[in-house]
């Protein structure tokens, strides 16, 4: 299966904004980007999905370029609580079936 | 709701003996999959289907069988546990048809081959 590329970790303070981008060359046509949020002990958890362009929701944003090869999580104003293990899932055709294939994770540590 | 239920929580095995595990999804997902953790490491996919009598390998597949006779459930059996096999276990749904790749997970299996 292709390889799905994340920073491997990112720093950050307080009341910063966070931009964390993920590679995906090979997502499959039609798929949409999907970014998870992990703590420790816990199972992934949903933050946000999309296409193209940008959506937002209440916790984050997502911009995804016209050519769908890659997509950046931006988290604004992070807080401590931020401090987490961030994943971007993508749907990719490796022997003609769709798998959903998960990015290497960005491990984001926030300080005071 | 109870979305995807994993069975057991935990379970320490020897090395060498057989077990399965659990995954049951009760939204009617046609996709299921198989991860594993290792500590401090990302999610890799082991196995997946698309639907009832379609499985296929993902990244990790050696040590691991699974079978979709049901589109509920997807079960991943250990034919002859590894030390290497010590992780956690996650299995996940979603959607297959349409563009919606957001998965649901499971709240995951620790597994301890000794």
């Known amino acids: 299966l292709a390889k799905t590329t994340q920073p491997i970790s990112m720093d950050s303070y307080e009341g910063q904004e966070v931009n964390i981008t993920c590679s995906h060359n090979n997502i499959a046509t039609n798929d949409y980007i999907t970014w998870y949020q992990q703590f420790p002990s816990q199972g992934p958890r949903f933050i946000i999905q999309?296409?193209?362009t940008k959506v937002t929701n209440e916790v984050a944003s997502l911009f995804i370029p016209a050519d769908r090869k890659s997509s950046t999580l931006s988290l604004p104003r992070v807080s401590l609580s931020d401090t987490a293990v961030y994943y971007c899932?993508?749907?990719?055709?490796?022997?003609?079936?769709?798998?959903?294939?998960f990015g290497s994770g960005t491990r984001l540590q926030v300080q005071p | 709701n109870a979305g995807v239920t994993q069975t057991p929580k935990f379970q320490v095995l020897k090395t060498g003996q057989s077990m399965t595990l659990q995954c049951a999804q009760d939204m009617n997902h046609e996709y299921m999959s198989w991860y594993r953790q290792d500590p401090g490491m990302g999610l890799r996919l082991i196995h997946y289907?698309?639907?009832?009598?379609?499985?296929d390998q993902g990244e990790v597949p050696n040590g691991y069988n699974v079978s979709r006779s049901t589109t509920e459930d997807f079960p991943l059996r250990l034919l002859s546990a590894a030390p290497s096999q010590t992780s956690v276990y996650f299995c996940a749904s979603s959607y297959y048809r349409g563009p919606n790749t957001e998965a649901f997970f499971g709240q995951g299996t620790r597994l301890t081959v000794v």
């Open positions: 899932l993508v749907g990719v055709k490796d022997t003609g079936r769709r798998a959903l294939t």
């Open positions: 999309g296409y193209k």
């Open positions: 289907s698309v639907g009832a009598g379609i499985t």
